[in-house]
């Protein structure tokens, strides 16, 4: 591979540092925002279209015509695990259907679910905005995101982001305890309409695990 220039090396540290954190690749103009914060501050997005044209030519990367289409040189498929997804979860009522059944897999760096950790992890997409406000991973859970859920918790404290399912109804809401006995699910969002969730022990629930992860499908 050719030398890259420093603002080159820039560009493709934050392609590489955005998949890390989001276990996925970035727009041009996510790309643009961490490039930012590495300290390469350019308006133009065309400047990147460039950098990007530019890192191809040297060989570090490979892009297709696809929304987010860039492949990192380098990183194969053992950089991955397969994350089985179950559906989709309402992020304000429960009206979401629980999903017992596969619909597909997301391949996930192994820097966000470790090969030890993916027998309990699994995927799910978000519907809905009650949880617009909550953060995971200085994240927000906005409509159409995938969460990851780890169903190896067993125990839960206040302010964990939980997926439930009610009634057959699967929900995700942040945990709260009234009195070590009665649950509140609560939401964290810009819209007043959703209201808290309270449940007790002859309610028909599950916690299904704790959210610990968000990956961004849709900016």
């Known amino acids: 591979m050719q030398i890259l220039t420093p603002k080159q090396k820039i560009v493709l540290q934050a392609i590489k540092d955005f998949f890390s954190e989001n276990g996925t690749m970035p727009t ?10 590495l300290g390469l501050k350019l308006k133009s997005l065309r400047s990147f279209f460039i950098y990007l044209n530019e890192l191809e030519a040297k060989g570090y990367i490979e892009r297709t ?16 695990v397969d994350v089985p997804v179950f559906g989709m979860a309402s992020a304000g009522a429960a009206t979401m259907f629980a999903d017992q059944y596969i619909e597909g897999y997301l391949k996930v760096s192994k820097r966000i679910v470790s090969p030890q950790a993916k027998s309990r992890v699994f995927a799910i997409q978000i519907s809905g905005t009650s949880m617009n406000k ?6 927000t859970i906005q409509n159409g995101d995938f969460i990851l859920v780890d169903t190896s918790w067993k125990h839960y404290d206040n302010g964990d982001k939980v997926l439930v399912a009610i009634d057959g109804m699967a929900t995700v809401k942040t945990y ?30 599950v916690i299904n695990g704790k959210v610990i992860d968000v990956l961004k499908i849709n900016q």
């Open 134 to 139: 909550a953060r995971i991973n200085g994240k």
């Open 65 to 80: 015509s696809e929304d987010r289409g860039i492949t990192l040189k380098g990183v194969t498929s053992e950089s991955f």
């Open 176 to 205: 709260r305890t009234v009195d070590g006995k009665n649950i509140v699910l609560m939401p964290e969002s810009t819209d007043t309409k959703h209201k808290p969730i309270f449940l007790t022990d002859e309610d028909n629930f």
């Open 28 to 37: 041009v103009r996510e790309i643009q925002e961490q490039s930012s914060r």
